[in-house]
């Protein structure tokens, strides 16, 4: 059974930008379906920023055929020990909406175990060069609503030039995530989200577009200084 895989990991600046030219991860790897290596950035942040674009740190996403392969990259291959050293969560796969290339989306889905439990959604998009001032426009209050919400334990976006762009986020529930995708959450002007979804409809910015949801499986490591992002899940 495939496994999804999120990392976060600090590199040193020539290796971070070296990765943005040639991923780090071959896509010959054994095991490997496919990764998107990324740089980190804070959502909600100034466009022309620091944070926007926080060069040295890295986040992958990725999908292995199945966890024996993803353990053995990280304890035989160089760049495997440098992720290892990293934060990631281990994700298994729930639902998905829209399309995007690489990945395979498997038929068996899983299931969280209680409404209470944590939940992950990740998003991509390869944007159409035209329309990134618009997206901008509409995304960033987005993302400020994801940042500031009371339900996320974990949030944060993603590049890779030219046109690749990503959020990863940690819910403490599912409830509190599709509350705030359809503006019922008890946060400021909390139709921001639907308000974007609205003009996605009426004129894409996408070439291609998905959000996937995960049920996090294990998580490891420690990210800004912080491990254990998610309750009750404990590492194996």
């Known amino acids: 059974m495939s496994i999804f895989t999120y990392h976060l990991v600090r590199l040193p600046y020539h290796l971070a930008l070296k990765g943005l030219i040639a991923s780090p991860i ?9 990764s998107e290596y990324m740089t980190a950035m804070t959502l909600g942040s100034p466009i022309i920023s620091r944070s926007r674009f926080l060069i040295q740190q890295v986040a992958i996403f990725a999908q292995w055929e199945n966890e024996a392969a993803f353990e053995t990259y990280l304890e035989t291959e160089k760049f495997g020990q440098t992720l ?3 934060w990631h ?4 796969f729930m639902r998905e909406w829209g399309k995007i290339s ?8 899983a299931e969280l175990d209680n409404e209470s439990s944590p939940v992950v959604a990740v998003t991509i998009a390869r ?3 035209l329309a990134i001032p618009r997206f901008l426009r509409w995304g960033r209050p987005v993302e400020k609503l994801v940042r500031d919400h009371s339900g996320t334990l974990m949030s944060l976006a993603s590049i890779r030039w030219p046109n690749t762009v990503s959020t990863f986020s940690i819910w403490k529930t599912e409830k509190e995530m599709t509350n705030m995708v359809h503006g019922h959450s008890a946060m400021p002007k909390p139709k921001r989200h639907a308000d974007a979804m609205k003009e996605r409809a009426r004129k894409d910015f ?5 959000t996937l949801r995960f049920k996090p499986v294990s998580e490891f490591g420690f990210w800004n200084g912080k491990e254990n992002y998610i309750p009750n899940l404990k590492n194996k």
Request: proline share 6%.
């Open 84 to 86: 290892a050293k990293g």
């Open 89 to 92: 969560v281990r994700l298994a």
């Open 102 to 109: 690489g990945y395979k989306i498997p038929m068996q889905k």
């Open 26 to 34: 071959h896509k010959k790897t054994k095991g490997l379906i496919h």
């Open 127 to 129: 944007m159409k060069p």
């Open 206 to 210: 996408h070439f291609e577009f998905t």
